[in-house]
Structures are given as C-alpha cells and as structure tokens.
C-alpha cells in the first residue's frame, strides 16, 4: 500500500510540473506567471485543500487536535495571502491583511492558558513523517523560493539576457512544489488519524465486549 501511496504522490507532482509549464508552452516568451496564472491558482487549490484536511484530522484525533488546527490556521492564513489581489480586486484594499489577522487572533484565543495542550500536541506532531513533510514544504515556500526568485541573483547570472519570466517561473515553480508537499504532509496526517481513530475504536468495543 504504501508503495502504491509513493507512486501516487510521484504521478501528482509530476502533473504539477507538467501544469506548470502549460503557460510556458502556451504564451512563449510573453508567459508572466503572475497572481492571475494556472501555477498561481495551483498554489491556492492547495493552500486552501490543505487547510481543509488539517481541519478535518483535527476532528478525528484528540492528540494532534491541537497542533492540526494551528496547521489548519496557518494555511488558512497562507491561502488568504496568494488571493491578496482578488481581495484587494473584489473586496477592499488591505482586505487580506485584516482577514490574516482575525485567523491569527483567533489561533491566540484558542491557544492562550492551552500552551502545554499545544505544546504537548505540536511535539505528538513531530513524531508523525507528515511533520518532516511539511517543515520541508514549509521551508521550500517561505525561504528557498524567496532565495532562488531574487532579481539580482537572476540579473547576475544572465546578464544582458535577463529575463524576468525565467525569475517568476522558478520562485514561482518552487513555491507550487512547497505547497504540493504540503498537501501531501496533510492527507498523510489524515490517514494516520483516520488509523488512530479506527484503533482506538477496535480497542473500546474490545473492552466492552
């Protein structure tokens, strides 16, 4: 099973891959991959996917409860700022910087005089591969993006060649990657507590019985 999970998981960043030079192969050299492009809309789709599926193994383990929903949160938060210029667009100016700060108020509330909870339910966290996932995912979208997409670095590199596409499509492509395995962290958290919840409830009926 698990070797057939691996093979799914390969076959998905793969498609991710191949979507994300569709608008390479459609547009040539006037391809932006901007806020407005499929990679863009990727990134969403699984932001937004991701915060669901913590969500839900939030509900189906009592340990990881606590650190689920605190991952749930910061992808909530990370979704509403990729849709930062459909807000800023549709809503108001600012808007996802509010949105941000009323998911992070409302992760303090749950959290204050629950430290220990929280702490004792992150470190249940780290103990699961899903953690090593996401920390990889994590840190692939918030630094090695950020450092591979630097202008200058880009500028350097190609000199009177520089091409600002080729800059977007590797933050960008890094960045969608980030977010691939972060979806892939989630569903693997979602088994695991769907197998914790099973267990627990073979384990109930065995003591009743």
Do not use: P
Not at 113 to 139: D, H, N, P, T
Request: a negative charge; charged letters at 15%; proline letters at 0%.
């Amino acid at each position: 099973m698990f070797i057939l999970r691996g093979f799914i998981y390969l076959l998905a960043v793969v498609g991710v891959a191949q979507l994300i030079s569709l608008e390479g192969y459609a547009s040539l050299s006037n391809a932006s991959y901007n806020e407005h492009s499929l990679t863009e809309y990727m990134q969403d789709i699984m932001a937004f996917s991701s915060c669901v599926l913590f969500f839900y193994a939030a509900r189906l383990d009592k340990k990881l409860s606590m650190a689920a929903t605190l991952l749930a949160g910061l992808m909530a938060m990370m979704f509403v700022r990729e849709s930062d210029s459909l807000l800023d667009t549709y809503v108001f100016d600012g808007a996802w910087q509010l949105i941000v700060g009323l998911i992070l108020a409302y992760l303090v509330v749950l959290t204050w005089g629950r430290f220990i909870e929280a702490y004792e339910s992150l470190k249940e966290y780290s103990l699961q591969a899903s953690f090593g996932i996401f920390i990889g995912g994590f840190v692939a979208i918030l630094a090695f993006s950020r450092l591979m997409g630097r202008g200058a670095f880009w500028q350097a590199v190609m000199g009177d060649s520089y091409m600002r596409v080729v800059k977007n499509i590797v933050e960008e492509g890094v960045e969608t990657f980030g977010y691939s395995l972060i979806l892939i962290a989630a569903i693997e958290l979602v088994l695991v507590c769907l197998k914790r919840s099973r267990q627990e409830k073979e384990i109930y009926h065995a003591q009743s019985v």
